[in-house]
Nanobody, 128 residues
Framework: QLQFVESGGGLVEPGKSLRLSCTAH????????IGWFRQAPGKEREAVSC????????NYADSVKGRFTISRDDDKKTMYLQTDNLETEDTAVYYC?????????????????????WGQGTQVTVSS
């Protein structure tokens, strides 16, 4: 299938870190702005971070600025999200998607953007 495959989630205590990965399957990840999204129980899916074509720009949701770091390795067809100082509020299923338009220049992506190649997600649970 043409999609991302996310991995790296798990159960951690507050203040700990996880490194999430998503690998593109069947499409040319390198030509797209791409991003991470998350959806917590009972909440709408929200954008977390994005990285643009050739890593020219990165953007973060206010809730994760200073704690999360996004990166991409186009040779490996993989995008990463380093999540540090995790909080219970970060508990969610984390997803990757690609944007058909170049929208990560000045802002984080939105669920209303033309997003494609969603993965199945990886569960991050932050609990003491």
């Amino acid at each position: 299938q043409l999609q991302f495959v996310e991995s790296g989630g798990g159960l951690v205590e507050p203040g700990k870190s996880l490194r999430l990965s998503c690998t593109a399957h069947g499409f040319a990840m390198e030509i797209y702005d791409i991003g991470w999204f998350r959806q917590a129980p009972g909440k709408e899916r929200e954008a977390v971070s994005c990285v643009s074509y050739e890593s020219a720009h990165t953007n973060y949701a206010d809730s994760v600025k200073g704690r999360f770091t996004i990166s991409r390795d186009d040779d490996k067809k993989t995008m990463y999200l380093q999540t540090d100082n995790l909080e219970t509020e970060d508990t969610a299923v984390y997803y990757c998607a690609a944007d058909l338009g170049p929208r990560c220049k000045d802002r984080v992506l939105s669920v209303g953007d033309s997003l494609r190649y969603w993965g199945q997600g990886t569960q991050v649970t932050v609990s003491s």
